[in-house]
């Protein structure tokens, strides 16, 4: 079963950036794709931003031109550049490992302890 571990959250002020990381470990990480999820208490989690194992990416609407997703395959890490923060963005994000399948990717059901963002002024 894969663990995943985030961290680089805090509180920062609108317009501000931060940087998360996601380590992963027990799964080949190199061939997964993996994705990053946001929740707000009360709410849904939803979907933020993935990458696939051969560097493709893809952003939630409301991120696109913000966020930056990136991995490391050496370090069996995943990061998320986050720019140019608004209020909206204050949540708990996590990240998620997927296996791919040609063009579909089947999330894990297991998810980490999550790294909360604060964005307030």
């Known amino acids: 079963q894969v663990q995943l571990e985030e961290s680089g959250g805090g509180s920062v002020q609108p317009g501000g950036s931060l940087r998360l990381s996601c380590a992963a470990s027990g799964s080949v990480f190199s061939t997964k794709a993996m994705g990053w999820y946001r929740q707000v208490p009360g709410n849904q989690r939803e979907y933020v931003a993935s990458?696939?194992?051969?560097?493709?990416?893809n952003y939630a609407n409301s991120v696109k031109g913000r966020f930056t997703i990136s991995r490391d395959n050496a370090k069996s890490s995943v990061y998320l550049q986050m720019n140019s923060l608004r209020p909206e963005d204050t949540a708990v994000y996590y990240c998620?490992?997927?296996?791919?399948?040609?063009?579909?990717?089947?999330?894990?059901?297991?998810w980490g302890q999550g790294t909360r963002v604060t964005v307030s002024s």
């Open positions: 998620n490992v997927g296996s791919e399948f040609g063009t579909v990717v089947s999330w894990a059901d297991s």
């Open positions: 990458i696939r194992s051969n560097g493709n990416t």
